[in-house]
T-cell receptor, first 113, second 114 residues
Framework: DSGVTQTPKHLITATGQRVTLRCSPRSGDLSVYWYQQSLDQGLQFLIQYYNGEERAKGNILERFSAQQFPDLHSELNLSSLELGDSALYFC????????????FGPGTRLTVT | DQQVKQNSPSLSVQEGRISILNCDYTNSMFDYFLWYKKYPAEGPTFLISISSIKDKNEDGRFTVFLNKSAKHLSLHIVPSQPGDSAVYFCAASAWEAAGNKLTFGGGTRVLVKP
């Protein structure tokens, strides 16, 4: 158990809908990261927040947005969902904002039908 | 453009023998490297890391070697155990003002046979 929690575990929704994925980092960690794992793209970095501020951005679609709240939990919002958004979404956390180990949650499996 | 590559999609090894996983990278700005293990339906689990100022790091049965000139790293697992059967990912990061994103390789599936 990494100490990172993610909800929900599974999510099935229809195209065009909007969903919110939730992540709680390990106790004491200030950075939260979101990654997408799809069959054809592997594990891809989406975005990093550090202590409530956006720190780094990957190839995150404009339909996707994230935020980190004062209690350090984070939410990833996916809107206007398309079939291709079906994937595993992982949250990770780390103590600082620079190089170092990231600890991953169990993931949320999103299926868009 | 794959900046981190694991060219062997799978590896089969006998229990008790050494497993050697390889990883190549192209971005010379990468200065921190990590290995993760992943079981089905679980998130990646951190195994071991190495900074670019070192060429070797050891933790129990796991040793990571870094060859900066060749832009190559490898993970040695010895002795291999059946519980090591999983997908292994190498990852790299570059310290930059904009944070700590990890770039992952495609993974190598390891099967340890009893």
């Amino acid at each position: 158990d990494s100490g990172v929690t993610q909800t929900p575990k599974h999510l099935i929704t229809a195209t065009g809908q909007r969903v919110t994925l939730r992540c709680s980092p390990r106790s004491g960690d200030l950075s939260v990261y979101w990654y997408q794992q799809s069959l054809d793209q592997g594990l891809q970095f989406l975005i990093q927040y550090y202590n409530g501020e956006e720190r780094a951005k990957g190839n995150i679609l404009e339909r996707f947005s994230a935020q980190q709240f004062p209690d350090l939990h984070s939410e990833l919002n996916l809107s206007s969902l398309e079939l291709g958004d079906s994937a595993l979404y992982f949250c990770a956390s780390s103590a600082g904002q620079g190089p170092g180990e990231q600890y991953f949650g169990p993931g949320t499996r999103l299926t868009v039908t | 453009d794959q900046q981190v590559k694991q060219n062997s999609p799978s590896l089969s090894v006998q229990e008790g023998r050494i497993s050697i996983l390889n990883c190549d990278y192209t971005n010379s700005m990468f200065d921190y490297f990590l290995w993760y293990k992943k079981y089905p339906a679980e998130g990646p689990t951190f195994l071991i890391s190495i900074s670019s100022i070192k060429d070797k790091n050891e933790d129990g049965r796991f040793t990571v070697f870094l060859n900066k000139s060749a832009k190559h790293l490898s993970l040695h697992i010895v002795p291999s155990q059946p519980g090591d059967s999983a997908v292994y990912f190498c990852a790299a990061s570059a310290w930059e003002a904009a944070g700590n994103k990890l770039t992952f390789g495609g993974g190598t599936r390891v099967l340890v046979k009893p």
